[in-house]
């Protein structure tokens, strides 16, 4: 991979900042600084290093061949740019990332409309306050006392009735 120079940051700061919480702007301020402390070192450097009069340094050296063996060294010597072997994990992750969250959003409009449902009943129902127990007994059939169909014993919840058996077991 060819060496680039990157002249500015390909990042958006104003968009980045909208999605960070309140409680974690201060680190968000610090790793900006960081990063942008960074990129003003970077770009206080040339992009090539300075050119060398090689030229000059023969005249003043004496010892024959050792400014030619300085500028074969000095001009085979190349600085590898970091080969890019994440990229394609980082983008797998983001194709994956996005899949969660369209199953998200899609399980979320499903849980929406039933949630919707039940609002809309509780809407219809009569208010509690002028709600009798028949009434009551209609609306939530599975929560409302039965006492022939589903007796049960004073208080009235789970833990006391004969068939929990949790309580059955601390019994014996």
Known sequence: ?????????????????????????????????????????????????????????????????????????????????PADNVSSEVDAQIKETKSEIDNFKKSSQARIVEYQKSIDHLKQLLPYDQMTMEDYRDSFPDQALDPINRPTFWPHDAEEQRDNKDRAHAEH
Do not use: C
């Open 1 to 81: 991979m060819a060496s680039r120079r990157v002249a500015q940051t390909s990042i958006n700061w104003a968009s980045l900042a909208e999605r960070v919480p309140a409680n974690q702007k201060p680190n968000f301020a610090a790793f900006k600084t960081k990063s942008d402390a960074y990129l003003r070192s970077v770009l206080a450097n040339p992009e090539n290093p300075p050119q060398i009069n090689w030229a000059h340094y023969k005249q003043l050296i004496p010892v024959a061949g050792m400014v030619d063996s300085f500028q074969k060294q000095y001009e085979s010597l190349k600085v590898p740019y």
